[in-house]
């Protein structure tokens, strides 16, 4: 009996061609979580903004939000958890131990994996911090489950799986990822990508204690001291009221100086896009974009910046984006507020100018006018 030659058929390529068969042991997790990042006492707000989204993915999947909170027995832990609440979650998860009185991998995997095989979540949120992003490779390689990285937005689909958006090919695309087999459905978020919810001072709910496994003699890294980060003083662009980049449109690294007048005249942080820092004309912690910093500022003066997708995802949050650049046709210019087309070398001294006039002593009653 002779056989044809046939090609055995090939899946529809993308999502669409992926059947979602989530095993039996699977189909009890339940509800989102999100990770309570704090050291030295202090919360980072990303955790916060995290919470808010956490609500809307919840309230659509019609499960529980939760907090998870990992700490040291004392009263900041305590004071997170407050937080938390505070911020809008149903119920709080929390490991106390000494052991997590510093951040070290191994104690704060071992208390995240342990809670996520007891309670089994659907979704854990975590920020894209250099904590965030350290816990979350090493939880999710642990957990052997899928992990998208520093996502400008989230969202479920019809049949309840996470949709994780974020760029690709250094920026170009945006691609929405899925974990569709596994559980739990992790995603990371930068600082400012998402709005800060509003709190609500509100009784502390529903506590679940969960017990540390692991000794001190199993961990291999040890606390020997702490110092204070020297840089402390640096820019904090995240969550900066008004900022004012420049871009290559400025023509030479000497012109960043008209940027950085400007922002002393209003005082406003300075930053740029990422071809400054990598023609070295400022440092990487003043960029702006998906690969530095996110900022949600009331206002945001980009100059001689094209406005590339990679840049856009950075500064959209912004509640006011004024554009000066001379190429009409500049991207900026698609998702600006206000557009200035013109020569940004230019303008700058004279808008510093004005801002100055308008901002001096005995002008200064005048503005509530």
Known sequence: MSTANRETPRPAAGRAGIKKELPDHFKDYRHVWVF??????????????LLGEGRKLADKLGVQLAGVVLGPQKEATRNAVAEAFAYGADLVYIVEAPLLADYRNEPFTKAMTDLVDTHKPEILLLGATTLGRDLAGSVATTLQTGLTADCTELDVDADGSLAATRPTFGGSLLCTIYTLNYRPQMATVRPRVMPMPQRADKPVGRIIQHKLSVAEDEIVTKVL???????????NLAYADVVVAGGLGLGGAENLQLVKNLARAIGAEHGCSRPLVQKGWMPADRQIGQTGKTIRPKLYIAAGISGAIQ?????EGADLIVAINTDPNAPIFDFAHLGIVTDAIRFLPALTEAFTRRLSPHNRDKLAC
């Open 311 to 315: 840049h856009r995802v950075g500064v």
């Open 36 to 49: 309570i990042e704090f050291e030295r006492g202090q919360v980072h707000p990303v955790s916060f903004e």
């Open 225 to 235: 001291g702490f110092l204070p980060d020297s840089q402390s003083a640096k820019a």
